[in-house]
């Protein structure tokens, strides 16, 4: 005896800007996806079509929301990607300064104590430490004082 297939649809009960905000949240998450993968990649190609079918939910709203038509496909205008592109700078920027603290910090302690294949409690609060003195310098700095010997 067979079964019959299951189901598996979700129905979402959302207020019109809850709706909005969730298809900001959608393609801010498939732009982290998506802005660093291949045009080949099938498993950005699976978000970016769930995106354009969450974004054809939007299709009553083009008069209201944040929203235009190209080639039938409803998405963000110009402007609304503005000002989530300014969201994503804002990361970006942040994600910048912390990632080269604790490269520099890590660099510095390694430099410092040796090769450390094993990241133990009081080397990881020696990088710790080191981390939060770049991420105060870069805070008063930027790279004003970061130097790099000549390219060879």
């Given at each position: 005896?067979?079964?019959?297939?299951?189901?598996?649809?979700?129905?979402?009960?959302?207020?019109?800007?809850?709706?909005?905000?969730?298809?900001?949240l959608i393609y801010l998450?498939?732009?982290?996806?998506?802005?660093c993968s291949g045009v080949?990649?099938?498993?950005?190609?699976?978000?970016?079509?769930?995106?354009?079918?969450?974004?054809?939910?939007?299709?009553?709203?083009?008069?209201?929301?944040?929203?235009?038509?190209?080639?039938?496909?409803?998405?963000?205008?110009?402007?609304?990607?503005?000002?989530?592109?300014?969201?994503?700078?804002?990361?970006?920027?942040?994600?910048?300064?912390?990632?080269?603290?604790?490269?520099?910090?890590?660099?510095?302690?390694?430099?410092?104590?040796?090769?450390?294949?094993?990241?133990?409690?009081?080397?990881?609060?020696?990088?710790?430490?080191?981390?939060?003195?770049?991420?105060?310098?870069?805070?008063?700095?930027?790279?004003?004082?970061?130097?790099?010997?000549?390219?060879?």
């Amino acid at each position: 005896m067979s079964k019959a297939p299951v189901k598996n649809d979700i129905e979402l009960q959302l207020s019109e800007t809850h709706f909005f905000q969730l298809l900001d949240l959608i393609y801010l998450g498939n732009w982290m996806v998506t802005a660093c993968s291949g045009v080949e990649d099938e498993h950005a190609q699976e978000y970016t079509d769930v995106e354009k079918q969450m974004f054809s939910h939007a299709e009553p709203f083009l008069e209201k929301g944040p929203f235009h038509t190209l080639n039938s496909e409803v998405m963000f205008t110009e402007e609304h990607e503005d000002s989530l592109q300014d969201i994503i700078g804002e990361y970006d920027n942040e994600v910048f300064w912390e990632a080269l603290a604790y490269r520099m910090a890590k660099r510095d302690v390694i430099e410092q104590i040796g090769s450390t294949k094993e990241i133990k409690n009081e080397v990881f609060m020696q990088i710790f430490h080191r981390e939060m003195d770049y991420i105060r310098e870069f805070e008063t700095n930027g790279i004003k004082r970061i130097t790099i010997p000549p390219l060879q």
